[in-house]
């Protein structure tokens, strides 16, 4: 069965903090993404990894970065915590392919910046 | 550019009464089109995926067809616990990434 946690469900942080976001996934997937889903504005992706310690910028980057330090691991990171980062952060997972492979969702975090 | 569009943003139906979500798109060689079923506060669920232009998919009281530029989902006899948003996607031209669309809020009242 197609499985992919997030470390946590509900976070709440104050401005200027670190935060961490981890993402695993057991299927052995090549490729990882991290979006952000804000009301209006869909599904938006921040980062995708393609491979381990490979990384490609997403359409909203800014403010985030990403570690890919082992294939079933990836993890965000807000390097300082701003209140319009409040949002609900999905992690997806895919094998590599030419478009057609379905990606699989965590259960995602949601996250509140005070 | 690549675009999707989803409408209408919100449909409330009867228990019962039947009716089509749609999923338009724009983008160079269609590869393929996903449909996910996302309830609230949770990740979208993956629901089908369609190939080509006149593939169609069924799953219980679903039905998603493909044209060259848009596909539906149809909903027949839809009960309370088909309640979702429903989110179609299509892959960016030579890559992995997905676009998705902003979603349907589907309600189904008894």
């Known amino acids: 069965d197609v499985k992919v946690t997030q470390s946590s469900r509900y976070l709440v942080k104050r401005t200027g903090e670190k935060v961490f976001l981890e993402c695993v996934q057991d299927m052995d997937h090549e490729n990882m993404f991290w979006y952000r889903q804000d009301p209006g504005l869909g599904l938006r992706l921040i980062y995708f990894?393609?491979?381990?310690?490979?990384?490609e910028k997403g359409d909203i980057p800014e403010g985030y970065s990403v570690s890919r330090e082992k294939k079933e691991r990836f993890s965000l990171i807000l390097e300082s915590a701003s209140t319009n980062q409040t949002s609900m952060y999905l992690c997806?997972?895919?094998?590599?392919?030419?478009?057609?492979?379905?990606?699989?969702f965590g259960p995602g975090t949601r996250l509140l910046v005070l | 550019e690549d675009q999707v569009t989803q409408s209408p943003e919100a449909l409330r139906l009867q228990e019962g009464e039947s009716s089509s979500l749609n999923c338009s798109y724009t983008?160079?060689?269609?590869?393929?089109l996903f449909w996910y079923r996302q309830d609230p506060g949770k990740g979208p669920e993956f629901l089908f995926t369609l190939y080509s232009a006149g593939e169609e998919k069924e799953k219980e009281r679903l039905k998603a067809t493909l044209t060259k530029k848009e596909s539906f989902l149809h909903i027949t006899a839809p009960k309370p616990e088909d309640s979702a948003t429903y989110l179609c996607?299509?892959?960016?031209?030579?890559?992995?990434?997905?676009?998705f669309g902003t979603g349907t809020r589907l309600q189904v009242f008894p």
């Open positions: 990894s393609y491979d381990v310690k490979m990384k």
């Open positions: 997806a997972s895919s094998f590599q392919g030419t478009g057609q492979e379905t990606q699989y």
């Open positions: 983008v160079s060689g269609l590869r393929g």
């Open positions: 996607a299509v892959p960016h031209y030579n890559t992995d990434k997905l676009i």
